[in-house]
């Protein structure tokens, strides 16, 4: 045997160890690690990991209504600064002769 595991040794932590755990000085921390500012920047804060039904149904579990959002298990959280946003729409091809 390579190894020895005695029942004192923890080998598996907290899923969510103190470093991980969302509070509001971590958000700020990463406003201020980011170099965003809270008070002029266009921050939004959006649900990702959901889908919307396209289908009509018959408002059951197994046929939602059209437009229904189901979010997953997996859902998570993402906040954008639109303000730093480098987003340009694309621009029309010029004529060619």
Do not use: C
């Not at 004192?8 to 700020?28: P, Y």
């Not at 266009?42 to 889908?51: A, K, L, R």
């Not at 298990?73 to 029309?92: G, L, T």
């Amino acid at each position: 045997m390579i190894g020895n595991l005695s029942p004192e040794d923890n080998v598996m932590e907290d899923s969510m160890s103190n470093s991980s755990k969302f509070t509001e000085q971590s958000l700020i921390r990463a406003y201020t690690d980011l170099g965003w500012d809270m008070t002029k920047d266009d921050i939004h804060v959006e649900i990702g990991g959901t889908s919307v039904y396209g289908i009509e149904g018959a408002g059951t579990k197994w046929a939602p209504l059209n437009g229904t959002r189901k979010y997953n298990n997996d859902a998570f959280i993402v906040i954008k600064n639109r303000s730093r946003s480098s987003f340009q729409p694309s621009k029309p091809m010029e004529k060619q002769e």
